[in-house]
């Protein structure tokens, strides 16, 4: 991949695809593809041929899914399985048409058995069942890598999959409803601040572990294998250091300056209780994260209060 390449990323206005836009834009590359649901409807097989076929980029970055936090994967089921097999099967099939030099797939770190041991290596993936909250996600990212391995054992397509750990940074969606728990807190705990009110209520017991990786720092480790890795074989991205939500939560608090109290609302399922990554086959591929979580939350917490101000 060279500065004039043609690289498409399809989800180019989500947390990722906005991410690897503006690191590839950082770097130099001037011949970057992207198309607005507007234009063209990834559930829409004819529009992605169509769009493949008349482009015809050189590397994809599949970036496009329906994504959310516990809830919304516990109670919208049927539109992450549906909406994910659809989109990721009409791009890796029409990618695979147009003959592209490479595409990479964005998978997650929920493909794993639920209760396998820690850290998790990329060897345990169909070792077991994933967590219950989110098995119509898992089940469709699974899909997506046994795609882009079979395109690469059946034709020989250069398909490659990653497992990011829980993402966050700018373009992350704040809904209290549908979103992570980290863009969750940082509005919880930015609007009890403002509104001065005397408590904020966190979901679960507070005890489940997750490591969360800045999406700037997953941009890097992206491009990085768009450029050195060819192999079927997925790849786990992250931190590899992970924190208790009740340590995330006070962290959280402390870094929006609320003085209240926290609440914990265990009627809220708690999802999978640890799911740290092993990541040292990125380590040994050269990649390793660098934004520091306090760091993180402070940035994209600024991110936040300035994005209220344009809204
Ligand atoms: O980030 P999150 O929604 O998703 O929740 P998962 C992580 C933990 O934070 C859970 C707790 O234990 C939640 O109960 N939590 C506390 C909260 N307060 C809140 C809150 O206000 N909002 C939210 N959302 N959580 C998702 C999967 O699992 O992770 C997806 O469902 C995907 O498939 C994604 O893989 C990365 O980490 O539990």
């Known amino acids: 991949m060279n500065k004039e390449s043609k690289i498409y990323v399809a989800g180019h206005r989500g947390l990722v695809g906005s991410a690897l836009i503006r690191r590839l834009r950082s770097l130099g590359h001037n011949n970057l593809v992207t198309r607005t649901r507007h234009e063209m ?13 008349r482009e015809k980029p050189e590397y994809v970055f599949l970036a496009a899914a329906k994504v959310g936090g516990i809830h919304a994967n516990n109670t919208l089921g049927a539109d992450f399985i549906h909406e994910n097999l659809t989109i990721q099967n009409n791009v890796i099939k029409s990618a695979h048409d147009a003959k592209v030099k490479k595409l990479l797939f964005l998978g997650s ?12 290596k990329e060897e345990y993936f169909l070792d077991g069942k994933p967590e219950t909250t989110n098995i119509p996600y898992a089940a469709a990212k699974i899909a997506g890598i046994l795609a882009c391995q079979a395109f690469h054992k059946q034709y020989g397509d250069t398909f490659v999959s990653v497992m990011p750990t829980n993402l966050y940074g700018p373009n992350d969606n704040f809904d209290l409803a549908t979103s992570h728990v980290f863009p969750a807190l940082i509005r919880k705990f930015h609007e009890a601040k403002t509104g001065g009110a005397p408590t904020v209520t966190v979901w679960g017991s507070g005890a489940p572990k997750r490591e969360f990786l800045h999406v700037d720092d997953l941009a890097e480790a992206c491009i990085h ?5 060819n192999q079927p074989d ?53 990649w390793k994260a660098n934004i520091r979580l306090r760091d993180g939350v402070a940035s994209t917490y600024q991110w936040f209060v300035a994005s209220l101000k344009t809204a």
Not at 41 to 53: C, K
Not at 109 to 117: A, E, G, K, L, N
Not at 225 to 229: A, E, R, S, V
Request: contains cysteine; proline residues 7%.
């Open 225 to 229: 294998l768009m450029h050195t890795y």
């Open 109 to 120: 770190s929920c493909i794993y058995p639920r209760d396998c041991p820690q850290p998790i």
């Open 234 to 286: 997925i790849l786990n991205i992250g931190t590899g250091e992970d924190i208790s939500i009740q340590e995330f939560a006070e962290m959280v608090k402390d870094v929006v300056g609320y003085e209240g109290e926290i609440v914990w609302d265990r009627s809220k399922p708690d999802g999978t209780p640890r799911k740290l990554l092993d990541v040292s086959k990125m380590n040994d591929l050269g």
């Open 41 to 53: 409807d990834l559930m829409d097989f004819p529009s992605v041929q169509n769009f493949f076929s």
